[in-house]
């Protein structure tokens, strides 16, 4: 699943999937990334990845079905 582009992109995964990996493409070369991490939905299992970063990027998520 692939985020909108901005400075704090989420990518979501479909619903009943949980997120097993994630990453992002940055758009601004020599741009810092702040934080790729998974998001959490309460106590379950990962449910996307976010990415924050001072400039535009693009967060991926790895999902998978349990």
Same mark, same amino acid.
């Given at each position: 699943? *692939? =985020? /909108?582009? /901005? @400075?704090? +992109?989420?990518? !979501?995964? &479909? %619903?009943?999937?949980?997120?097993? =990996? !994630?990453?992002?493409?940055? *758009?601004? %070369? !020599?741009? &810092?990334?702040?934080? +790729?991490? @998974?998001?959490f939905t309460g106590t379950g299992p990962? #449910?996307?990845?976010q990415v924050s970063s001072g400039a535009p990027a693009? /967060?991926? /998520?790895?999902?998978? #079905? @349990?």
């Amino acid at each position: 699943m *692939t =985020g /909108a582009q /901005a @400075p704090v +992109s989420i990518a !979501g995964c &479909n %619903p009943g999937d949980v997120a097993v =990996g !994630g990453g992002f493409q940055n *758009t601004a %070369p !020599g741009q &810092n990334i702040d934080a +790729s991490q @998974p998001v959490f939905t309460g106590t379950g299992p990962a #449910t996307g990845w976010q990415v924050s970063s001072g400039a535009p990027a693009t /967060a991926f /998520a790895i999902c998978a #079905t @349990p």
